[in-house]
């Protein structure tokens, strides 16, 4: 079965710090791959997405994910986080032959002036 | 003006008790969905509409049921709240195609019920 898993449940940063959040995933294809940002009080945003194509994506806010298909992964990274970027990070995959997403359990950041 | 907008935003109800979530959107999209987000479990699919005439159970639709009034118009049902319901509740709006996975969500429903 199709599944996402986000090991880390809580992360703390310094501000400027660089910031990796990390995605594991289980799907028999190659996966179409998704990190959603959820700010505090408000609903999910895309951040980016994995079709296919360069592995490396970039997204909104300076956000960029790397998909390895050797080790089933899709981390998030940004090389200078900002108080901004504190929220509830999910990694989902979305399953081609239901058109529907899976989500991971989510990763709540912390930022630190 | 928001795009997928939700209404209550926040509800107190009471065990046994009919509510009724809406939400509506503007994006023009037809596949609509709803979801519930709880603490350490993520976001689990409960009913999804991929345009008027087609409604579709999720992975947790025990106790929920949905109406699709119109394109933009999705609401959820909890026929009798019972407090593990309790949750916070999500529309979101997609296109077609590879956009089924670009959702847009609105800002959520917390509901809990006592």
């Known amino acids: 079965a199709q599944s996402v898993t986000q090991p880390d449940i809580h992360i703390t940063v310094s501000e400027g710090a660089s910031l990796e959040l990390r995605c594991n995933y289980s799907?028999?294809?190659?996966?179409?791959l998704f990190w959603y940002v959820q700010s505090p009080g408000q609903g999910l945003q895309l951040l980016l997405k994995?079709?296919?194509?360069?592995?490396l994506v970039q997204g909104i806010k300076g956000f960029e994910a790397e998909f390895k298909r050797s080790q089933s992964s899709f981390n998030l990274r940004k090389p200078s986080v900002h108080w901004s970027d504190a929220a509830e990070y999910f990694c989902a995959v979305g399953v081609y032959n239901t058109d529907k997403l899976i989500f991971g359990t989510g990763t709540r950041l912390q930022v630190f002036p | 003006d928001a795009d997928v907008t939700q209404t209550p935003r926040n509800r107190i109800t009471k065990t046994g008790k009919r509510i009724m979530l809406e939400c509506s959107q503007t994006?023009?999209?037809?596949?609509m969905y709803w979801y519930r987000q709880d603490p350490g479990l993520g976001l689990r699919l409960i009913y999804y509409?991929?345009?008027?005439?087609?409604?579709n159970k999720g992975e947790i639709s025990d106790g929920y049921s949905v109406s699709r009034q119109a394109q933009a118009k999705f609401s959820l049902s909890l026929e009798s709240a019972i407090p593990n319901q309790t949750a916070l509740y999500f529309c979101?709006?997609?296109?077609?195609?590879?956009?089924?996975?670009?959702?847009?969500f609105g800002p959520g429903t917390r509901l809990t019920v006592t």
């Open positions: 994006k023009g999209h037809d596949r």
């Open positions: 979101a709006t997609s296109g077609l195609g590879t956009e089924t996975y670009e959702q847009y």
């Open positions: 509409s991929f345009d008027v005439k087609d409604i």
């Open positions: 994995y079709f296919s194509g360069d592995t």
């Open positions: 799907y028999g294809a190659t996966p179409y």
